[in-house]
């Protein structure tokens, strides 16, 4: 069950150096999980039109914005948080992004001033304040317009192959990534499948370039590196192809160097959202990362060298990336805790200047008998943990829901690549990877006034696991 419903704003901004505001006009819809009601908590995605006028003192002056494909988020808990907060970025007539922020604080004794008053700040990607908006909901033009305007509907999930297709649309300075790990379980082998596609920020034509990595159980690692290539939109059930190497949602081949491999995908259970829906949806964060296929088997035949690997229904997974670049710092792990259970943990320092002070936040997914822990928004999750990210031992401890949790994960050094690239505006990066890391997750739920172990799983060699970093 989702409910949308449409919202019009209006009011003005006063831009920073101006001496008088301008006129602001909000136009939004909000679509979110659930029936809409005083009691809720929930976080609703927003499409709209942002408009802002030109210069007071010239009518004929153009329009400073006038977006009619903004994007953002909506918090909504008038009750349980006194707080209806508005998050949504918008594009300026000379091409900036801004982003506005505001929140009106529900005071009880005061419910229609306080819920139709919204004041707001704009910011750019640095961070900068840009100006300072002030909106209100006008009850006598607009209270019956949104009344009209609630839907209620129930929608089909995503499929894997709906969540992996392309999301690039031509804007510059943005980065896609396909990527499937695997251990083949008879010789412990794991395998790094990465694919991106990099759209720079100067505006210089997209290409596809990628890397794949094989972990040999008693042997160093080996890495080999595909293109770059210019970008072309895949036909068909394919949803990337950069030269011989192309990804669909049943099959990953290719060659790079002297490696070369043919698989066929087959299971990988729900899709795994690490980040909240809404992020994947709608570009409010820096990134986002989702996992379609979770619990995959891979059959086919892997080469590298003389050596010939068949795989036989190894697990691994798919995952995609979407973005505008790596973060500053960051620590993956995806963990096959076996019969379908998996923990994918993201924990990362954004790069945007007013972000990169503030400790790495994990987002953390445990998927144990079909039941994705924590419920609820991971986001907001992510604010009881903490993650040390460190090499080659680095931690994610604290409060999963109402449970307590850590987990521990070792990259011997022996055991991992450390691969070189760049970001979309050219900052160079390096992450250090391995297929074959070690790793102890640790569940304790209150029981008796103690914690005790709910659940524990100890991974020998077959975690997939990464730390990465801007240089």
Not at 77 to 89: M, N
Not at 185 to 204: I, K, Q, S
Not at 362 to 375: A, N
Not at 431 to 459: D, F, K, P, Y
Request: proline content about 8%; some cysteine.
């Amino acid at each position: 069950m989702r409910t949308a419903f449409r919202e019009v704003m209006t009011g003005d901004v006063r831009l920073a150096g101006e001496p008088a505001a301008r006129a602001m006009r909000l136009e939004l819809r909000a679509e979110l999980p659930g029936l809409l009601h005083p009691w809720m908590a929930a976080t609703a995605e927003v499409t709209g039109h942002v408009h802002v006028a030109g210069s007071g003192d010239d009518p004929a002056a153009p329009d400073w914005a006038d977006d009619p494909a903004a994007t953002g988020i909506l918090e909504i808990a008038p009750l349980r948080a006194r707080r209806i907060r508005y998050r949504l970025s918008f594009t300026t007539a000379d091409g900036r992004r801004l982003h506005l922020d505001g929140w009106k604080s529900i005071r009880l004794g005061r419910p229609v001033r306080t819920m139709t008053r919204l004041p707001a700040t704009v910011l750019d990607d640095s961070g900068r304040v840009v100006g300072e908006a002030r909106l209100r909901f006008a009850l006598t033009r607009q209270l019956l317009p949104m009344a009209v305007s609630v839907r209620t509907r129930t929608d089909p999930p995503p499929t894997a192959a709906d969540l992996l297709r392309p999301r690039w649309r031509g804007r510059p300075g943005r980065l896609e990534v396909w990527y499937a790990t695997i251990t083949e379980p008879r010789t412990g082998t794991g395998l790094w499948l990465h694919h991106e596609l990099v759209a720079p920020g100067d505006g210089a034509a997209p290409y596809a370039h990628g890397w794949t990595g094989v972990f040999p159980a008693g042997a160093a690692p080996v890495l080999a590196r595909f293109g770059p290539v210019p970008w072309r939109a895949p036909d068909g059930p394919e949803v990337y192809r950069a030269g011989e190497v192309t990804v669909s949602a049943d099959r990953l081949r290719g060659s790079a160097g002297d490696l070369s491999w043919d698989l066929r995908r087959c299971g990988g259970g729900a899709p795994l959202y690490t980040f909240p829906r809404w992020a994947w949806r709608h570009d409010v964060l820096p990134a986002a990362q989702i996992v379609p296929l979770p619990a995959a088997t891979f059959t086919g035949t892997l080469r590298y060298g003389q050596t010939v690997v068949e795989l036989a229904r190894a697990p691994g997974n798919i995952a995609r990336i979407d973005g505008h670049g790596n973060a500053a710092r960051w620590a993956w792990l995806h963990a096959d805790l076996g019969g379908g259970d998996v923990c994918e943990v993201v924990a990362a320092v954004a790069a945007r200047p007013w972000l990169s002070r503030l400790p790495a936040l994990p987002m953390v997914r445990l998927r144990v008998g079909g039941v994705d822990l924590p419920g609820g928004d991971p986001l907001l999750g992510a604010a009881r943990l903490r993650a040390d990210l460190d090499l080659p031992h680095w931690t994610v401890t604290g409060r999963l829901g109402g449970a307590r949790l850590r987990i521990d994960v070792i990259q011997p050094a022996d055991r991992t690549l450390a691969v070189e690239y760049v970001n979309p505006d050219g900052s160079p990066v390096v992450c250090h990877n391995t297929e074959r890391a070690h790793a102890r997750i640790v569940v304790e739920r209150r029981t008796g006034g103690q914690w005790r172990t709910w659940r524990s799983w100890t991974l020998d060699g077959t975690a997939h696991a990464e730390v990465g970093r801007r240089e």
